[in-house]
């Protein structure tokens, strides 16, 4: 674990970054309180669009949109009860 105050962290600020992306924990403080966590970014894959995306069988979605569903919204606004 590093840590070092705010102006140091200024100056150092390379070191400071390589440090964090080898793994080490970096932390800044701001008069002798650690303020900050300097930790490397993952790069995430991007999101797919399109068929594959959803991870639930799209059967299950069909069927949220059938009759039996209808009526049975259309009786619970007639109704006035949810």
Do not use: W
Not at 24 to 35: D, H, Q, S, T
Not at 60 to 67: E, G, H, T, V
Request: glycine residues 6%.
């Amino acid at each position: 674990m590093r840590q070092c105050n705010l102006y140091e962290a200024k100056s150092q600020l390379s070191q400071l970054v390589q440090a964090a992306l080898d793994g080490e924990e970096v932390f800044i403080a701001r008069a002798g309180k650690v303020a900050v966590r300097l930790v490397p970014v993952t790069n995430k894959p991007n999101a797919t669009i399109g068929f594959g995306v959803l991870s639930i069988d799209p059967l299950i979605l069909d069927n949220a949109f059938s009759a039996a569903v209808d009526s049975e919204v259309a009786h619970l606004f007639d109704s006035g009860s949810m």
